[in-house]
């Protein structure tokens, strides 16, 4: 799922120029504080038995907090799908204004 | 708090922040509603293959039931917050720097 999402928007990453991995710092900021909110929750809902993983589908590796690998990669993987998205309607629809245009 | 109740939570924290704090109000930008729109279909992709395989599962006493292609409603509401999230600050971190420049 995660590999599908980062060959279903990496390539905008070339195809329209949208620069955001050269920005990672500007990216991993803006990513930064949300994740950790977001991982927060994650937490909270894993220890309450809110969701559950089946243990034969995940790599079986735990980070911090009991939260599965792909859980820490998905708070990346998909931020950085979404910030390709907008970038990539910028560069489609470059009359449009998001707010920090230069 | 249930799955519901935090999802609602969290798309009114991310609402707030977009509106009211960081004041980027991509909730009134048509760039934003593309990307929701190309982000959205995508989701209900990645969602459902994680639902119907059952590697995620949730306990039925902390959602509504009403579920989109397999996935809990409340998938939709915690994409929606985190994806106005992230990109609330990704733009506002873009003010700054061609603030900077100019």
């Known amino acids: 799922m995660l590999a599908f999402t980062v060959v279903g928007s990496f390539w905008l990453e070339i195809a329209l120029k949208v620069r955001v991995l050269r920005r990672i710092r500007r990216a991993l900021t803006a990513i930064a504080p ?10 909270y809902a894993i220890a309450n038995k809110h969701w559950f993983f089946d243990k034969k589908q995940i790599i079986g590796v735990f980070g911090p907090l009991n939260i ?9 993987v998909i931020p950085l799908a979404a910030i390709m998205t907008i970038e990539a309607v910028r560069a489609v629809k470059k009359h449009w204004i998001i707010g920090d245009e230069k | 708090m249930s799955y519901s109740q935090i999802s609602i939570l969290a798309v009114i924290i991310a609402v707030i922040l977009d509106l009211f704090i960081i004041k980027t109000a991509l909730l009134k930008r048509a760039a934003f509603w593309s990307s929701y729109a190309i982000i959205l279909p995508f989701q ?12 995620v599962m949730y306990d039925p006493d902390v959602i509504t039931g009403i579920r989109f292609f397999s996935a809990p409603a409340e998938d939709v509401l915690f994409g929606f917050a985190l994806i106005l999230s992230v990109l609330s600050l990704w733009i506002n971190l873009g003010k700054r720097t061609s603030a900077n420049r100019s």
């Open chain 1, 68 to 76: 599965p690998l792909e859980e820490y990669l998905f708070f990346i």
């Open chain 1, 34 to 43: 949300v994740a950790m909110c977001f991982l927060l929750w994650d937490a």
């Open chain 2, 44 to 55: 209900f992709l990645t969602n459902w293959w994680l639902t119907s395989r059952n590697i």
